[in-house]
């Protein structure tokens, strides 16, 4: 337990189970912000303000970023192992491209904390 | 040792007589194996190989799950628009006023098109996904008419994406 917890092994049961809970937020988060489109007919700055000062927005916002981040990892993770067959440039892609993930995350947690 | 188990497996005993043909194949296709990695004897098998996709038969399950990837790669590339556009939405009136200037222009309309028909084809194949871990869609016939289907039903939607759009 405690070296499965000290390396950075990949488990795949691991990566399965979290490629699809966290889809699921997604999923419903898109159709959350869909809903909030299709249901407001003119989207003024004080609705859309007001929507994400409410607490549970944020929450929702934040849980569907950090969703975001581990889905891209696992998913863009597949994407590499397939099709870049450089091991040096396949890890310096997967290193950037995590990194944008955790900048987006970064970025959402800044406004959320700002509205 | 692979060799001792066969041996007693094939003959109830471990005879060391009846060892020695295994233990000789062993230490040959061991030396033949080193030399190999090491390149001074080199064994080509000549197998046909094409990778020109325009020649490989590409089924509807097929083009469902290159389009699931293509989907999944562009949205996370279209999420910096995406992001961008909710943060300078939200920072000021001014902000919220610029970002919706820009809606009238062609690029930001087909930018946001191209995100919104990315999560619609990520998310409508992701549930088909979701489907086929419950054990649905598994077979030739409807994992093709499943496939066809996600297709079908995500052209609609991004003709309806463009319509509500523009």
């Known amino acids: ?115 | 040792m692979l060799f001792f188990h066969t041996v007693t497996r094939h003959y109830g005993v471990a005879n060391f007589t009846l060892m020695v043909p295994s233990i000789t194949w062993w230490v040959i296709t061991t030396i033949v194996g080193l030399l190999r990695v090491n390149g001074q004897v080199t064994v080509k098998k000549q197998r046909p190989v094409n990778l020109d996709l325009s020649t490989i038969s590409m089924p509807a399950t097929a083009k469902a799950s290159i389009l699931h990837r293509i989907s999944g790669v562009a949205l996370f590339f279209a999420l910096s628009f995406v992001i961008w556009a909710w943060s300078e939405s939200l920072s000021s009136p001014q902000g919220f006023e610029f970002v919706k200037s820009l809606f009238t222009g062609f690029i930001a309309k087909f930018i946001a098109w191209g995100a919104v028909i990315a999560l619609l084809y990520h998310l409508v194949a992701g549930v088909r996904h979701l489907l086929m871990d419950m054990g649905r869609f598994e077979e030739l016939g409807s994992g093709n008419a499943s496939a066809k289907f996600v297709i079908a039903l995500w052209v609609v939607l991004a003709v309806l994406a463009g319509v509500w759009i523009w």
């Open chain 1, 1 to 115: 337990m405690v070296v499965n917890q000290a390396s950075l092994k990949r488990d795949g049961v691991q990566d399965f189970v979290s490629l699809r809970a966290t889809a699921l937020v997604l999923a419903s988060y898109a159709l959350f912000i869909l809903g909030y489109f299709l249901t407001t007919p003119t989207v003024t700055f004080e609705a859309w303000q007001g929507l994400f000062s409410n607490l549970a927005v944020k929450v929702y916002t934040l849980a569907a970023l950090v969703c975001m981040m581990v889905h891209t990892r696992i998913g863009l993770w597949q994407v590499l192992t397939d099709y870049v067959k450089n091991a040096k440039l396949r890890a310096i892609l997967g290193f950037f491209l995590n990194l944008m993930a955790f900048a987006y995350v970064a970025v959402g947690f800044f406004v959320l904390w700002s509205v």
